[in-house]
Every structure is written in C-alpha cells, then in structure tokens.
C-alpha cells in the first residue's frame, strides 16, 4: 500500500518533497496541483523548475492541471498544459504521470494520451465522489472509450477516487459509503493501483483563536479506515490533501501570522500567534511552545527535516524564523513523514 499525499505544486511543498527521506519516497506516490495564475505560462515553467529541484531520482510526479484553462498555452503552440508539462518535465529529467478526468474533452486526452507514451508511465483518473462536486459514476461504455481514447490498458491506470472535503462524522460517513460504491462500480477492471483520498484542514485559519494549539479531528484518515474495512478485497492506497483544504485557494493577501499545522495521528494541532515582536519573531515562541508540548513527538528533531528547522527556531538557532513559505514547507515535511509511518506502523506499507 502506498501514501498518496495530493499537494499544492507550490514552493513550500515542493521543499517538503524534496527534503523527504528515503523511508518516506519509499512508500508515498506524490500528486502536485497547478495553482492558477493568469501568467499560465510562467505557471507552467516555474512548476517544472520547482520539480527538477525536487523531485528525487526515480520518482514519477503524478500532475494535475485540471484546474488551469485547457486552451493553447502559447500563440501559435500546439498543445495545452499537460503537453508543456510533458515536453518541460521531460527535457529536466522528471517523469510524469498526467492527471485526467471522465469530464475531459478530447484534445486534453490526447495530450494525455502524447504524455502516457512519453514518459511511459501511465495516467491518473481522478474520479470525484464530493458532496460539493460530485459526478455521476461511469458506464462500462464509458471506460472503454476512455482507454481507446488513452490507448492504453485499464492496468497502466491508477484510479484515484476523491472525497474531497470532509469535515464531521456523518459527512465522514456518507463520503466513505460513496467511496466504496465507486471502487465496487469500477472493480471489474484492473486498475494498476487505486487510492481514496479526501481532506479535512478548514479553508483557512480565520477564527482559530491566537496563542495557543487549536484541535481539528483528520476525518480524512477515519473516512479511509471506514472504506478499508468495508472493502471486499484488499484496502485502496491512502489519499489526503497534507495541511491544506482540498480545493483550490483563493489568492492570498498580506501576510500570515504565524502559525503551524502541527499533524498528529489523529488530529492537527494547529498554532497561530498574534503578531507582536518585529518581523516574524513571534514564530519562535510558537515554536518554542510546541516542542515543550505533549504534541511533539518523542522522536523530536529527528522525525522530519520539518521538525528539525522546528527545534532551531525553539532553541533559537536560526537567525530568522521564516515566513508563509518555510512554515507550510516544515508543516508539510512532518504531515508526509507522520502519514507514512502510520501506514508502515499498521502493516500497510
């Protein structure tokens, strides 16, 4: 079984991958969204210049550009994002595995199907089962037109069904349910690998009170554990969203207080300080109180690059204490790591 963390394709998580450790590449398959940008072009090459850094050797990069306008990338260029994509990570030496959806129209499937030859490494099909977003599930008809279209076998496809957001228990449940009724639509056929994933962080930290840690319950785990006990066969791959809601955010204005979502086994712990002290000072007292508290883990420093960088701003041995960008990457590095040892603690990796 493997991790399947879904994550921003942004600077912060891109820093997490890359300082991963072997343990955790061993048992993770990392999808990266695009972010929309108007600049779709500066998306694009500043998303493959991130991976090239990032991405350790071997490891194929599962992308998802649903989320970016499917038109011509450039005037006169043949082909849409994951054509780019494909061609920009090739020539950097990333392999790819595109990201595609029943709902695609044909050219973006062609520019998948282009990408599945290259890279050889097969697609992604993301299937929404979301209270929020839901789709209809598909016909057998549909599956195979799908893979005639791909020209490719149902067992070079990962099946990744998407929860999306889950925030209570009775959502928890019905999500899960929905879940399980998509993997048993689609187990005639033989998926490569299948995953279900959903996620349950807020949209944002509006309203967590300031100066101390805030609980929320991971309902994204409980709703995996519903559907792996419900499964007639062995348990799909674990999915989650890392520190972030599952959707899309909304452009960020100004800057963050500081804050930490801090991930335990069974909840974040989720740290905002106001701002007092100059600068982004106030961080080392959050870190400081996070690492004299029950939530840091007996491994401490050593659980993650993450919780390293941690221990530097608690005992004060760096000289600034970061800023959005580092506190979302050491927030990141430690969701992965902790994510992964679950699964290796429980057998499942």
Same mark, same amino acid.
């Given at each position: 079984?493997?991790y399947?963390?879904?994550l921003?394709?942004?600077?912060?998580?891109?820093?997490?991958?890359?300082h991963t450790?072997p343990?955790v590449?061993?048992c993770?398959?990392?999808?990266?969204?695009?972010? #929309?940008?108007?600049?779709?072009?500066?998306?694009?090459?500043?998303f493959?210049?991130?991976?090239?850094d990032a991405?350790?050797?071997?490891?194929?990069?599962t992308v998802?550009?649903g989320?970016?306008?499917?038109? +011509?990338?450039? =005037?006169?260029a043949?082909?849409?994002?994951? /054509?780019r994509?494909?061609?920009?990570?090739?020539?950097r030496g990333?392999?790819m595995r595109?990201?595609?959806r029943?709902?695609?129209?044909?050219?973006?499937?062609a =520019?998948?199907?282009?990408?599945?030859?290259?890279? +050889? *490494?097969?697609?992604c099909?993301?299937?929404?089962?979301?209270a929020d977003?839901?789709g209809?599930?598909? =016909?057998?008809?549909?599956?195979?037109?799908?893979?005639?279209?791909?020209?490719?076998?149902p067992?070079e496809?990962?099946?990744l069904?998407?929860?999306?957001?889950v925030?209570?228990?009775?959502?928890?449940?019905?999500?899960?349910?929905?879940?399980?009724g998509?993997?048993?639509?689609? *187990?005639?056929?033989?998926?490569?690998?299948?995953?279900?994933?959903?996620?349950a962080?807020p949209v944002?930290?509006t309203?967590?009170? +300031?100066?101390r840690? &805030?609980?929320? #319950?991971?309902?994204?785990?409980?709703?995996?554990?519903?559907?792996?006990?419900?499964c007639?066969? =062995?348990?799909? /791959?674990?999915?989650?969203?890392?520190v972030?809601h599952?959707?899309?955010? !909304?452009?960020?204005?100004g800057?963050?207080d500081?804050?930490m979502?801090y &991930?335990?086994?069974?909840d974040?712990?989720v740290?905002v300080?106001?701002?007092?002290?100059?600068?982004?000072?106030?961080f080392? !007292?959050? *870190?400081?109180?996070?690492?004299g *508290?029950?939530?840091?883990?007996?491994?401490?420093?050593?659980t993650?690059w993450?919780d390293?960088?941690l221990?530097e701003c608690?005992?004060?041995?760096?000289?600034?204490?970061g800023?959005g960008?580092?506190?979302?990457?050491?927030g &990141?590095s430690?969701?992965l !790591?902790?994510?992964?040892?679950?699964?290796m &603690?429980?057998?499942?990796?």
């Amino acid at each position: 079984m493997a991790y399947v963390p879904i994550l921003k394709g942004k600077a912060g998580e891109f820093s997490a991958l890359r300082h991963t450790t072997p343990a955790v590449r061993s048992c993770i398959r990392p999808v990266m969204e695009l972010v #929309p940008d108007p600049d779709v072009r500066n998306v694009l090459e500043t998303f493959c210049d991130r991976a090239m850094d990032a991405v350790p050797p071997g490891m194929v990069l599962t992308v998802d550009s649903g989320a970016l306008p499917a038109a +011509r990338v450039l =005037e006169g260029a043949a082909g849409g994002p994951i /054509d780019r994509l494909s061609e920009s990570l090739g020539l950097r030496g990333v392999p790819m595995r595109p990201v595609i959806r029943l709902t695609d129209p044909p050219d973006v499937l062609a =520019e998948a199907s282009r990408a599945a030859a290259a890279h +050889r *490494s097969g697609v992604c099909l993301r299937l929404s089962v979301a209270a929020d977003a839901p789709g209809p599930l598909p =016909e057998r008809g549909q599956i195979r037109a799908l893979l005639g279209r791909l020209r490719l076998g149902p067992e070079e496809v990962d099946l990744l069904v998407d929860a999306g957001p889950v925030g209570s228990d009775r959502a928890r449940d019905l999500l899960a349910d929905r879940a399980l009724g998509a993997l048993r639509a689609l *187990s005639p056929w033989p998926w490569r690998r299948e995953c279900v994933a959903a996620g349950a962080f807020p949209v944002n930290l509006t309203g967590f009170p +300031r100066g101390r840690a &805030t609980p929320v #319950p991971r309902h994204d785990v409980r709703l995996w554990r519903r559907v792996a006990r419900g499964c007639d066969a =062995e348990p799909p /791959d674990f999915g989650d969203f890392g520190v972030t809601h599952p959707r899309m955010p !909304a452009r960020s204005r100004g800057t963050p207080d500081p804050n930490m979502r801090y &991930t335990t086994p069974e909840d974040w712990q989720v740290y905002v300080y106001p701002r007092v002290r100059s600068g982004n000072d106030d961080f080392f !007292a959050l *870190s400081a109180d996070l690492v004299g *508290s029950a939530h840091w883990p007996a491994a401490g420093a050593r659980t993650s690059w993450g919780d390293a960088r941690l221990e530097e701003c608690a005992t004060r041995q760096r000289a600034r204490a970061g800023g959005g960008t580092q506190w979302r990457a050491w927030g &990141t590095s430690h969701h992965l !790591a902790v994510a992964s040892r679950a699964l290796m &603690t429980a057998g499942h990796a």
